[in-house]
């Protein structure tokens, strides 16, 4: 409970709203909301669809979060709640998780990061998420031809992979991505591109 709004003798219950006095907060088990973009509700119930999962069945479907000072995701919990419609305005769906929380190192008004890890991508090509641009089209990445000349390339997304984002699809695993100076590379200019490891070049493209 939190600290009382008032002191004893103080006069309450006045006006036309009722005096608060204090808050009551549950810390175990405890309630992450959080709001999911349109492409990932299809991509979600198509998962779901997948594993025959019902609209019953929210508690079979996990959910990880992280605290800012954390590395990963470590706290786990299960989808407790998804609003039956997506909020026009901003194209996203509200959604709710419960965790468990014996030790209390999830405290309310926290900001997490939220993971909703559905199925397993096998051979996936991964850029990191800082390389993906999105316009009218849709989602794309700056890509450097054979003649180093960079071109934009039309991608379909799947779910994040800590920094990185599945490509489903627009991408061959020998193209060349743009992830350092996304800023300054302009579609149909040369470049004298620097070629990188993966690793190296996710964590260039994080910066």
């Known amino acids: 409970m939190t600290a009382r709004q008032v002191s004893?003798?103080?006069?309450?219950?006045?006006?036309?709203?009722?005096?608060?006095?204090?808050?009551?907060i549950q810390h175990d088990p405890i309630y992450v909301n959080f709001n999911?973009?349109?492409q990932d509700v299809l991509h979600i119930r198509a998962e779901m669809?997948?594993?025959?999962?019902?609209?019953?069945?929210?508690?079979?479907?996990?959910?990880?979060?992280?605290?800012?000072s954390e590395?990963?995701?470590?706290?786990?919990?299960?989808?407790?709640?998804?609003?039956?419609?997506?909020?026009?305005?901003?194209?996203?769906l509200a959604v709710r998780a419960v965790l468990q929380n014996p030790s209390r190192i999830l405290l309310p008004g926290?900001?997490?990061r939220v993971r909703v890890p559905l199925g397993e991508a096998q051979n996936a090509l991964l850029v990191p998420d800082s390389a993906i641009g999105?316009?009218?089209?849709?989602?794309?990445v700056l890509v450097v031809d054979k003649d180093d000349v960079v071109a934009q390339r039309?991608?379909?997304?799947?779910?994040?992979?800590?920094?990185?984002?599945?490509?489903?699809?627009?991408?061959?695993?020998?193209?060349?991505?743009?992830?350092?100076?996304?800023?300054?590379?302009?579609?149909?200019?040369k470049v004298d591109p620097r070629v990188q490891a993966a690793d190296a070049a996710a964590a260039a493209g994080a910066k």
């Not at 004893?8 to 009551?24: R, Y």
């Open 110 to 112: 926290y900001f997490l």
């Open 154 to 189: 039309k991608v379909e997304i799947g779910p994040r992979v800590d920094e990185r984002r599945v490509i489903e699809s627009g991408l061959n695993p020998q193209d060349r991505v743009v992830v350092a100076g996304v800023l300054r590379a302009i579609p149909g200019q």
């Open 49 to 68: 669809a997948r594993r025959a999962l019902t609209p019953d069945d929210l508690r079979k479907v996990p959910v990880e979060v992280g605290l800012q």
């Open 134 to 140: 999105s316009d009218q089209g849709g989602r794309y």
């Open 36 to 38: 999911v973009s349109e």
């Open 8 to 24: 004893v003798g103080q006069f309450v219950g006045s006006g036309a709203s009722p005096t608060l006095l204090a808050t009551i």
């Open 71 to 92: 590395a990963g995701y470590p706290h786990r919990g299960t989808l407790d709640y998804a609003s039956p419609s997506v909020n026009p305005s901003t194209g996203t």
